[in-house]
Structure formats: structure tokens, C-alpha cells
């Protein structure tokens, strides 16, 4: 009698040992069923394809307008091409990704300019829609976050020189691009045709108004860029102004946080920049991070002219230190 439990504790333990074994080989059984399912059952694939990979339709708003100024969303031909550029931000993924985390910095930015300059604040989705918030050269050469093209910026009072070019600095830029839609919208009447002229310029929308007798930027047959160009501004506004609807969830601490910044004032010319930089102990490389209209090594200032430039504080260098501003930097960016 005294062996009895050990004899019931060994069956046991063969029972389990048993039940594990058959547990395991009906895993291994699971497995190797669905690892040599026929690669040509097109049934599972097209039920793998249904379960695993879902695509929406861009949800237009019900109603819409642009600097003040109706959109006709009734109009079938407008909600098909607002449509066709809506879809394509929603589903560029890494480009629209990276536009909502550089707004986070430069929008707060052109926004102050555009309200000091007593222009509409959705103007900023049209330097979005130009540049991605980049200072980047088109194929034609137009620069800067505002794609000015040399020719129109010195129209507008930017300078444009081989070392230093005002398509750069962005608060001068944005006061010039500003001047040429408020004055092409008294002219034209709209600022939708505003932003068209912005694309393709003012005499050919003058022309198209003449010819075609319509001073409706949705009734206009345009060339394809121009026809596309408002309506994409348009879709970043939609985008932007509720990310999540369409599928965009940034963070607070991801996005790219506003820099701080001191000002310092040069009035002669410098012929080394680098050694100019390493002499005030700043960084050459976040020097011209900071101010971007510099495009060479030098600045040559005949005149003596008294330029001011930015330089980051040491707060901007720390990530923590910018993060720690915001209330909560988990949360998520609702709107632009």
C-alpha cells in the first residue's frame, strides 16, 4: 500500500507525457497542412487577400470652402477631381507622412506671416502643395518652400544672388508669395483662379477668361497641371485639417518640433563662412540649417548691408528638451 501514490503519480505523468506529444503533433500536423497548401489554390489566396489587406475609398467632406470661398463639392466633375488627388495623398503614404511632420514645425511659422501680411491662413496648404514644406529646386528652378522662379522673386523684391537667395528665408518668401495672390485675386476676382495663375501664371489665366468666357476656376479647361494644381491644395487642406479620418496617426513627440533660436546681425562680407562660424563657436552646418538663403560658402556685401540670421539655441539640439514643452507628447495630432 505504501507505493500505491507513487504508482498513481507515474501514470499521471505518462497521461500528460502523452497528451503533450499529441498536442504537439497535431500543431505540426496544422502546420504542414497550410505550409504545403497548393500555391495555386486561388481560392485561398483570394480569401487570404480579402481577410489581410483592406483599402478605402477617401471620404470627401459635405461641404467645403477655400479662403472664405465655396467649393461646388455638388458639382459631379469637381468631386471627381478632388477625388482623384485626395486618394492619391491619402494613399502616398511616406510623402503625406513626412508633410504632417514637418507642418508641426513650419506652420506655426508661415501662419504668423500670413496673418502679418492680413492673408487667408488656408494659403499655407498652397506652399504644402508647391514644395511639401522643403526647400527643394523644380526642373524648371523654381526654389524655396514658395517655388519662386528668379525672374518673379526679384519682381517681388527677393533677392537673388549666386551666395545669398530670399526664396530661402521663409518669412520673406511667404510675404512675397502673398503679394502675387492678393494681387492676382483683385485682379482675377477669386482665389481660386488666384492659385491657378500662382501655377501657370496670370496671362494665361487672362487668356483662358477670354477665351473660354468663364471666370470660374471649376468651369475652366486648363492644362492638366493647373486643372490638378487647386484641387491638390484642396486635398491637403481636407487631409491635414483631420489626418486620423485618413488613416494618420502622429504622435506629438515624432513630429518635427519648432526650433528656438537667437538672431545675430553681419554688416561686412565674410569670405569664409566656415571659419566665421568656428570663430563665434556656431556650427557651420546648423548655421546654414538655420538660414538656408545662404548658398555658398561666403557672403560678399559691397553695400554693407545689415543682414540678420538665426542661429539654434542649445534647446533646439535636444530632443527632450523640445518634447518636454507639450502637455502630453503621446498624444495624437488631430488637426493642421
Wanted: with cysteine; charged share 25%.
Amino acid at each position: 500500500m505504501e507505493n500505491t501514490p507513487n504508482k498513481r503519480q507515474k501514470t499521471l505523468y505518462i497521461l500528460s507525457s502523452l497528451a503533450i506529444v499529441f498536442s504537439l503533433t497535431a500543431i505540426a500536423l496544422g502546420i504542414f497542412v497550410f505550409a504545403t497548401q497548393k500555391p495555386d489554390d486561388e481560392d485561398f489566396y483570394r480569401q487570404s487577400v480579402k481577410d489581410n489587406l483592406h483599402n478605402f475609398s477617401a471620404p470627401l467632406p459635405q461641404t467645403l470652402t477655400f479662403c472664405g470661398e465655396d467649393v461646388p463639392l455638388d458639382n459631379v466633375f469637381v468631386r471627381e477631381a478632388l477625388d482623384r488627388e485626395l486618394t492619391a495623398l491619402m494613399y502616398q503614404h511616406s510623402t503625406t507622412f513626412l508633410v504632417l511632420k514637418r507642418a508641426w514645425r513650419f506652420f506655426p511659422e508661415i501662419e504668423q506671416y500670413l496673418k502679418e501680411n492680413s492673408a487667408p491662413e488656408d494659403l499655407k496648404y498652397l506652399c504644402v502643395a508647391e514644395s511639401s514644406l522643403a526647400n527643394v529646386t523644380s526642373p524648371a528652378k523654381a526654389e524655396g518652400f514658395w517655388q519662386f522662379m528668379a525672374a518673379t522673386a526679384k519682381q517681388y523684391n527677393l533677392v537673388v544672388k549666386e551666395d545669398y537667395d530670399e526664396r530661402y528665408n521663409l518669412k520673406k518668401a511667404t510675404t512675397a508669395a502673398v503679394k502675387y495672390l492678393k494681387g492676382s485675386r483683385s485682379r482675377l476676382g477669386n482665389w481660386a483662379l488666384s492659385c491657378a495663375a500662382y501655377n501657370c501664371g496670370e496671362g494665361n489665366i487672362k487668356n483662358r477668361i477670354v477665351e473660354q468666357g468663364t471666370k470660374s476656376y471649376w468651369n475652366m479647361a486648363l492644362n492638366l497641371e493647373t486643372s490638378r494644381y487647386v484641387y491638390r491644395i484642396l486635398a491637403y487642406k481636407i487631409l491635414m485639417q483631420n489626418p486620423q479620418q485618413y488613416g494618420y496617426y502622429l504622435r506629438k513627440q515624432d513630429a518635427h518640433q519648432p526650433l528656438k533660436y537667437r538672431t545675430i546681425t553681419i554688416d561686412s562680407t565674410i569670405n569664409d563662412l566656415p571659419a566665421f562660424c568656428k570663430q563665434n563657436n556656431i556650427s557651420y552646418k546648423y548655421f546654414k540649417l538655420a538660414n538656408p538663403e545662404l548658398r555658398t560658402k561666403k557672403l560678399i556685401n559691397k553695400e554693407k548691408k545689415t543682414y540678420t540670421f538665426r542661429v539654434m539655441t542649445e534647446d533646439s539640439f535636444s530632443w527632450k528638451k523640445l518634447t518636454d514643452k507639450l502637455n502630453n507628447s503621446q498624444d495624437y495630432i488631430d488637426k493642421f
